[in-house]
Structure formats: structure tokens, C-alpha cells
């Protein structure tokens, strides 16, 4: 039996956004405790396609609650590269994207939407030379700035440098809350007891657990999605490009190149199939002939939180003092790891947030009885 231990805030979630909250903890001088049931970012946030678009054309926000998020996330994410050595150390890489439009009815709306996503009209003439991978005929284009990274290695040097703040990863499965009706005193593990001034639940998909431990509903389920690793052979065209339906092409900087993804309601299956590799590889292939050349090196599968409206939930649980939400992130949880985070740093060491307004994410929104 491991000992129990009192920490400042004890966070449950060894993904980015556990991580991350851990890390704006420590800034601040606390000494959070990651708490982890499998292996740091062994999830979506160690798999993911680690692309920081400011604006995913397949997934508009109709609520505009996200941009203020994204836009703060996209600068703090600048300003960490270089503080911990990003290029170095998580293959952090600014590169242009092209947003395509399959047909005259796409193109429209993306046009309509290139304020929106952060993106800049490319005339039809132009763009074989400014999107070098499509070969194929296109409606439309916009070229988006953005950056990409590997997930995997950026949560890894997240939590390093949170630990060298004061932060501290256990290894252990939560079972429950320990607390009394309307409060949360620190968390169950199936190996002892963790107390804490303050609680974060940041589980991703299997945050639904939470439901029951919060007496909160917390609809949030997983959407399965899947990457294929491709060997090139010959050096590939610099930057990628994105479909209006979340279909993605990217040069890594490690030369080889990552397609995906799908978006698969499949519960909590994480296994790679051969049917979502054809379909990711047949659907690229009506922009790129260039795929059909390269080599299958690796194919990976996990699961985004995604949360009952969209939006992440991110604050406190209502009616239970000490207790806080963060998950939901859905399809953007790298890019809006680092906003979050802060945000949420904020909250439970001041009560209030100074750089983004959390009142769209808050995890009451849902009401007792969804
Ligand atoms: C194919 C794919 C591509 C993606 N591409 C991008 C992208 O390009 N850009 C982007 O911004 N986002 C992307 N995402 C989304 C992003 O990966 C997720 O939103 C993000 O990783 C979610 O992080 P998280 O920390 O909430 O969850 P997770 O990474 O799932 O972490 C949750 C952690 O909690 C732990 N846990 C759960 N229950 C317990 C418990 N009871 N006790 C202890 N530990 C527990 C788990 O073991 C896990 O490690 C992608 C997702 C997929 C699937």
C-alpha cells in the first residue's frame, strides 16, 4: 500500500491538460501532484496529430466561445517553444497549411470563413505553387500559418519542467472522491488517499466516471480517430494540407509524413483497423496522388474527450467545494491545453481568471438533470 500523502492540489489526468494545469500551478509556487492510472500521455495527448490550427474548418464553433481560448492557447504556445526550447525539444514547427474546397459550394463557404479560421484566400492560379502536395484539381484554397509538434514529447516536457517547478507525478488509479456532500477534500486511489486543498478532475474521455463521483452530469464520450505513418522514400513537399471534413496530410519534421484522421463513435475501442487506414488513404487520395508511393511505417488510434455541446467544460463543480472540471476538449485539446492551464491556475489559486473568460466552459452548464 503506497502512503497517503496531502498535496496543494491533487490533479487526476496525466494527459496535456493535467499536465498542463500542473505546470501553471507550480509558476505560481504550489506543488501540484499529478495523479496517472496507465503511463503520462498514454491517451489522445501521447497520439494525436499535435497540429496547432487556430481554426479547424470541419469544426466551427457557432457559439464563438472558442476563439478568445485558441487565441490566447495559440500565443502561449509561441512564447513555451521558446522558453523550453520547443523546436529542440518537442519538434515544435511553424509551417503553412492548406485549407481545401472540393467543390464550388465548399469553396464559398471556406472564402466566407477565412477571417474566421485566420486563413488567407489563395487565387486558383496560385495554388499548385503554394500547396505543393495537391495534384489534384481543387475548388479552392487558403493558406493558414500555424505550428505543429509531437504531442507525446511536448506532455513529456511540460510535466519535466512542472517538476523542476515543485510538481510531482504518482502513479495510481482513482477510484472516488474523499469529502463530504458539499465539498471534496482530495481523492481515492485504489491504492490510498490523496488529500488536497483543491481537486482537478482532467480524466479525458473516461472523465464521465467523474459524473458519479461529482453528482454532476459530465457528458463527456469518446470519439475515436486514427493516424497513419507514412515513409516517403523521396523527400515530400514541405507543410500539408486539411479537408473541409477533418482529412489531413503533414510533413513532420522527422520526414515522414502523418495522414489522418477519423472520427469514429466506436465507445472506448482504441484499436487501428485496416478499413479506417483505406478510407483516411482513398479520400486523401482525390487531392494527392503522392500517397500511393509511400510506405505504411505506423498506424496509431485513440480517443478525444468530446463533450455533449462541443465546448470543453473547464472550472469549478458546482455545489462541491474544492472540486474542478477540465476536459472536453474534443478535437483542440493540445492546441487549448495551454490557455486552460493557465485559466484554470488562476481560478484556484485567485477565485477569478484574468486572460480568458471561462464562463462559456462552465462545467454547471449541463444542469442536474441531463
Ligand atoms: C487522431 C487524433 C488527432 C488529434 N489531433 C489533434 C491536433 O492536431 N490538435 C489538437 O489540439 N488536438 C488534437 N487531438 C485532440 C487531443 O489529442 C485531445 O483533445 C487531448 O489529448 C485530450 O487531453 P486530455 O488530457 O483531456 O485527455 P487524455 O490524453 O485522454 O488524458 C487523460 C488521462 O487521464 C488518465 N485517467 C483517466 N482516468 C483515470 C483515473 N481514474 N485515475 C488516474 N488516471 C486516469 C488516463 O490514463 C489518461 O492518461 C487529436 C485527437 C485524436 C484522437
Known amino acids: ?19 498542463a494545469i500542473a505546470y501553471f500551478l507550480a509558476q505560481r509556487g504550489l506543488e501540484p501532484l499529478v495523479i496517472e492510472g496507465t503511463e503520462v500521455a498514454h491517451g489522445a495527448s501521447g497520439k494525436s496529430a499535435g497540429l496547432l490550427s487556430p481554426g479547424l474548418p470541419h469544426d466551427d464553433d457557432e457559439t464563438g466561445a472558442l476563439p478568445p481560448l485558441l487565441a490566447r492557447s495559440v500565443a502561449l504556445h509561441g512564447a513555451l517553444a521558446e522558453l523550453l526550447d520547443g523546436p529542440a525539444t518537442y519538434d515544435y514547427t511553424p509551417y503553412t497549411t ?30 499548385p505553387e503554394r500547396c505543393p502536395w495537391l495534384d489534384q484539381p481543387v475548388a479552392g484554397a487558403l493558406a493558414q500559418p500555424t505550428a505543429q ?33 458539499d465539498y471534496v477534500d482530495g481523492v481515492e486511489l485504489s491504492d490510498g ?36 505513418h507514412l ?7 514541405a507543410g500539408g494540407f486539411s479537408d473541409m471534413h477533418g482529412h489531413y496530410v ?42 500511393g508511393e509511400m510506405r505504411v511505417v505506423n498506424q496509431t488510434a485513440c480517443l478525444r474527450p468530446l463533450s455533449g455541446d462541443g465546448l470543453p467544460l473547464i472550472g469549478a463543480a458546482p455545489g462541491r467545494q474544492g472540486a474542478y472540471v477540465a476536459t472536453g476538449h474534443g478535437r483542440k485539446g493540445i492546441i487549448l ?31 442536474a438533470d441531463q
Do not use: Y
Open 1 to 19: 500500500m503506497a502512503p497517503n500523502q496531502h498535496v496543494d492540489v491533487a490533479i487526476v489526468g496525466g494527459g496535456v491538460i493535467g499536465i
Open 98 to 127: 492548406c485549407l481545401v474546397a472540393m467543390d464550388e459550394d465548399e469553396a464559398a463557404d471556406l472564402h466566407a470563413r477565412a477571417e474566421h479560421l485566420k486563413a488567407e484566400p489563395i487565387p486558383l492560379a496560385d495554388i
Open 250 to 291: 503533414v510533413t513532420r519534421p522527422t520526414g515522414l509524413v502523418h495522414v489522418g484522421a477519423t472520427e469514429e463513435e466506436e465507445g472506448f475501442d482504441a484499436e487501428p483497423s485496416a478499413a479506417a487506414r483505406e478510407s483516411i488513404l482513398s479520400t486523401l487520395a482525390r487531392f494527392t496522388s503522392r500517397l
Open 337 to 367: 491545453s495551454l490557455a486552460t492551464g493557465e485559466a484554470m491556475a488562476e481560478l484556484i489559486t485567485e477565485g477569478q481568471t484574468s486572460e480568458v473568460d471561462l464562463t462559456p466552459f462552465d462545467p454547471a452548464r449541463f444542469g
Open 149 to 181: 509538434i509531437d504531442s507525446a514529447k511536448f506532455t513529456e516536457r511540460l510535466l519535466e519542467s512542472a517538476k523542476s517547478m515543485g510538481a510531482s507525478l504518482r502513479m495510481g488509479r482513482a477510484v472516488g472522491l474523499v469529502g463530504g456532500a
Open 231 to 237: 515513409d516517403p522514400s523521396v523527400e515530400p513537399p
Open 193 to 228: 488517499v490523496v488529500t488536497a486543498e483543491a481537486t482537478v478532475l482532467a480524466m479525458g474521455p473516461w472523465s464521465m466516471r467523474a459524473a458519479a463521483w461529482l453528482d454532476l452530469p459530465v457528458p463527456v464520450r469518446p470519439l475515436k480517430g486514427q493516424i497513419v
